[in-house]
């Protein structure tokens, strides 16, 4: 009988030992009901909805003038826990077909509140690692705001070769004014080249082919 007290202690620190030697678990990955993203870029916010009510609203950092975030319907495709450093600790792809955007964090996060980025969506660290235990790939993201970048900033100028938002808008008044026969893409290629070149020359406008701050104000910006 007085062997039990002896047994039932090894069998406690076993129990114990395997325990303490047990990798550690990742947070649990909380996935509400039906979430979707809005970020507005007036007011450099990320929210959150579940089922359609308010969850949560982050500060974020948005694109630079020259490089303006793609307003839209948009949707997350891909995450990485462990993106380059450049990109905090996490990553969410969005499914925009000008070039690699995303929701992501940062190493520099006296940004956050302002026009920095290259057009991708950055929060603070711990906000992105947040979010990203909640979204999953097909989260759907609304991004609303101006296409031309910043608001109340001049457009750059666009010619051929550059892709984006910025872009798409210029070839949707073109197609509005019976200059470009397809579906606009964002994309400024040959055919763009001659619908602006065609636009421009009806307007009486010289030198190169480019929508500049007079081509804007002819296009109806």
């Given at each position: 009988m007085k062997r039990y007290p002896v047994i039932i202690t090894i069998i406690l620190c076993a129990l114990l030992c395997t325990v303490s030697s047990a990798p550690p678990v990742e947070a649990t990955r909380i996935v509400p009901e039906n979430l979707s993203i809005i970020i507005d870029m007036d007011n450099l916010t990320l929210t959150l909805f579940n089922k359609g009510e308010f969850y949560k609203k982050y500060p974020v950092a948005m694109g630079k003038y020259q490089t303006p975030t793609p307003v839209g319907n948009w949707k997350i495709i891909s995450m990485s826990s462990n993106p380059p450093s450049v990109m905090g600790t996490r990553f969410m792809g969005l499914n925009i077909p000008y070039g690699q955007y995303g929701i992501h964090g940062t190493?520099?996060?006296?940004?956050?509140?302002s026009f920095a980025s290259l057009g991708c969506i950055r929060m603070f660290n711990s906000d992105a690692e947040e979010i990203y235990r909640m979204v999953t790939n097909g989260t759907p993201v609304v991004i609303?705001?101006?296409?031309?970048?910043?608001?109340?900033a001049s457009p750059s100028p666009l010619r051929i070769g550059n892709r984006?938002?910025?872009?798409?808008?210029?070839?949707?008044a073109l197609k509005r004014l019976g200059y470009l026969k397809w579906t606009p893409d964002g994309f400024w290629g040959q055919g763009t080249e001659k619908a602006v070149n065609e636009f421009r020359r009806d307007r009486g406008l010289t030198g190169a082919n480019i929508v500049d701050d007079e081509t804007f104000k002819l296009l109806g910006f």
């Open positions: 190493n520099n996060p006296h940004s956050i509140g609303v705001g101006t296409p031309f970048g910043a608001p109340g984006g938002p910025d872009v798409l808008e210029i070839q949707r």
